[in-house]
């Protein structure tokens, strides 16, 4: 059997159990199903210093990330909308993927990128999606076709955290299926090329 691919799950707000948190933690175990192995960074986990392109030093958590990027197969990113795109702490932890510039397979370069919206409202839940595509795009992922918009202003999850609203457990759980089957056949096209068959 193949190595199981590797899938990064990023996202949710300062507040811990928040919305976009929990929309994240539906697709990754949608995508752990899937056979895929999962680690997530996530909450407050996710806040770290502005990027700073003049200094080589980096906060512990941002090591972590960086370190975690660079050895994934595939990512699934979560945002809530905040003011009519994604809040800046994604936006910041995206941002410290600059230090992937010189890697052999630089920034986000080939990797399937699934992506989360949530918001109270449809509007906002469209513009961060555009607003991620635009910044993954930069970055030389591969957005998946589908990008889950999550309305939050109707209840989508119970008190467990289990989604409670077909809509939107369908589009989560479509991410993560688009993400782990893209990411587990580009690892068996690089198998095969690497093994010299076909």
Avoid at 124 to 134: F, K, M, Q, Y
Wanted: one cysteine or more; glycine letters at 10%.
């Amino acid at each position: 059997m193949p190595d199981p691919v590797r899938i990064l799950c990023l996202g949710g707000s300062t507040r811990p159990g928040s919305s976009s948190e929990q929309a994240l933690r539906v697709s990754a175990t949608a995508a752990r199903r899937l056979g895929a192995e999962i680690e997530v960074i996530a909450g407050r986990d996710l806040i770290l210093p502005i990027y700073d392109t003049e200094t080589r030093e980096r906060p512990a958590l941002g090591t972590r990330l960086v370190k975690a990027v660079r050895r994934t197969d595939g990512v699934i990113i979560a945002s809530p909308g905040y003011h009519g795109s994604m809040s800046g702490m994604i936006k910041n932890a995206l941002d410290y993927l600059e230090d992937l510039r010189n890697d052999d397979r630089p920034y986000l370069d080939g990797i399937p990128v699934g992506l989360i919206a949530v918001a109270y409202g449809w509007q906002a839940t469209a513009s961060t999606l555009s607003g991620l595509r635009t910044t993954v795009h930069a970055l030389r992922g591969w957005p998946t076709p589908l990008g889950a918009a999550v309305n939050a202003s109707t209840p989508i999850f119970g008190v467990e955290g289990n989604c409670v609203d077909d809509s939107a457990r369908f589009q989560l759980e479509t991410v993560a299926e688009q993400v782990t089957s893209f990411a587990q056949q580009r690892a068996h096209t690089r198998s095969e090329m690497y093994l010299g068959v076909g």
